[in-house]
């Protein structure tokens, strides 16, 4: 599978796929019992109107679960994410080496106009000095 990462990485990204698959598994099996319960065909020696609040509870219990489910996979895919954010160093360096980059070709670009507006200051500077040595009004 991941013949390159740490054994405790593999563990961490087992356990990951173990609650994802309870999770959903969990999901599933409630929603199909609600499912089940709802059609109202299952035969009992309970009075009618016992038999309806046990299967109301029975629904409420399963519906309990998959909203538990569902929170468990929330929590699942933050951890995820900070386990990403945490230890994605690749993606991290490769990050700060592209900024790196673009922020060398910004200072190079700025340092090129800076040297040209130099050149132009100093050569209209020049022309400044020469027009007013020249000047008969200094």
């Known amino acids: 599978m991941h013949r390159n990462l740490p054994q405790n990485k593999e563990a961490l990204l087992k356990s990951y796929t173990t609650r994802l698959k309870e999770d959903v598994k969990s999901m599933l099996e409630n929603f199909e019992e609600i ?3 709802a059609k109202g065909d299952n035969e009992s020696q309970l009075n009618r109107m ?3 609040e046990q299967d109301t509870f029975e629904m409420q219990v399963r519906a309990a679960n998959i909203v538990r489910a569902g929170e468990s ?3 699942l895919v933050s951890d995820i994410k900070q386990y990403l954010i945490l230890n994605d160093f690749p993606s991290v360096n490769e990050a700060i080496t592209q900024n790196s980059k673009l922020f060398r070709t910004k200072q190079q670009e700025c340092d090129q106009k800076l040297m040209s ?3 132009d200051i100093a050569a209209d500077l020049y022309d400044l000095e020469d027009e007013y040595f020249t000047s008969i009004y200094k």
Do not use: C, P, R, V
């Open 35 to 37: 499912i089940k319960l």
């Open 50 to 52: 016992t038999q309806i």
């Open 73 to 75: 996979l929330m929590k």
């Open 117 to 119: 507006l130099k050149d």
